[in-house]
């Protein structure tokens, strides 16, 4: 008789070396591999950051697994989600999550370049642009021989400024733009989002713990937006002990992923 996860796993349609992580959500579970690229907590944070209203239309910019549309769908109240990714395999395992959780009217996943994602989607398409985007430039920081795990850590397809520009194109007149980053990239960020005309409206820091430096920043800006941005308390990770602050614990509990 085979027991519960060898059920799970096979309505999931596993593929070698894959597995299925509860999100602890709505009953929702996702396909990852850990030989490919693993969602983390930035994920996590960025969907608790993000909101989509009623009606309105999300696309999420190198999707990977499709965990940041998954996730939206179950805490949000948008009409539809939209993934965009450039690795086939990515996109494909997206794909079989999506139809595992039975979102498929919900959530679409879509195999394409970023820098070409207003010519896929056409301008002014949608209501809210998400993005947890390669943190490093070029050989910034430490190389991983696993072309996967390259392509998402550093600037190898899409540099930030193709993915400003293209959501410059892509959002509708005071659309919402939210990305995850490194804050040694803020002036960058800062200066190309406001040349690309989405003001920059919103903007909290992560710290590790509360005497270290943030290692995370979650932005939100607004397409056409008038200069003005809202600076939240910062977000610390980490207690001097090591145990998760209360507050990050609520985080997750509020967006129902799992600490990991």
Do not use: W
Not at 87 to 109: C, F, T
Not at 111 to 126: L, V, Y
């Amino acid at each position: 008789m085979m027991n519960n996860q060898e059920i799970q796993a096979g309505q999931a349609d596993l593929r070698e070396g894959e597995r299925l992580d509860d999100l602890q959500i709505n009953g929702y579970e996702i396909i990852q591999h850990p030989g490919r690229f693993c969602f983390g907590m930035d994920a996590v944070l960025l969907s608790a950051f993000v909101k989509v209203k009623p009606g309105e239309r999300a696309l999420d910019l190198g999707t990977g697994t499709g965990i940041l549309p998954i996730l939206l769908e179950a805490k949000n109240r948008g009409e539809h989600y939209t993934g965009l990714e450039i690795q086939e395999e990515s996109a494909e395992m997206a794909r079989r999550s999506v139809r595992h959780n039975h979102l498929e009217e919900k959530v679409e996943i879509v195999t394409g370049d970023i820098k070409e994602a207003s010519r896929i989607f056409g301008a002014a398409s949608f209501e809210v642009i998400t993005t947890n985007p390669p943190y490093m430039i070029g050989t910034h920081g430490l190389k991983n021989d696993k072309e996967a795990l390259v392509i998402a850590r550093h600037e190898v397809l899409c540099t930030l400024e193709d993915i400003l520009r293209e959501s410059a194109r892509i959002l509708k007149p005071k659309g919402r733009f939210y990305m995850i980053h490194r804050p040694f990239r803020l002036p960058e960020i800062l200066s190309r989002m406001m040349a690309y005309g989405i003001e920059p409206k919103r903007m909290r820091l992560v710290y590790p713990h509360i005497d270290k430096e943030p290692n995370m920043v979650l932005i939100e800006g607004l397409r056409g937006g008038r200069p003005r941005m809202q600076v939240e308390p910062p977000l610390i990770v980490y207690e001097k002990d090591g145990r998760y602050t209360e507050e990050l614990l609520r985080v997750y509990g509020m967006d129902g992923a799992s600490l990991g």
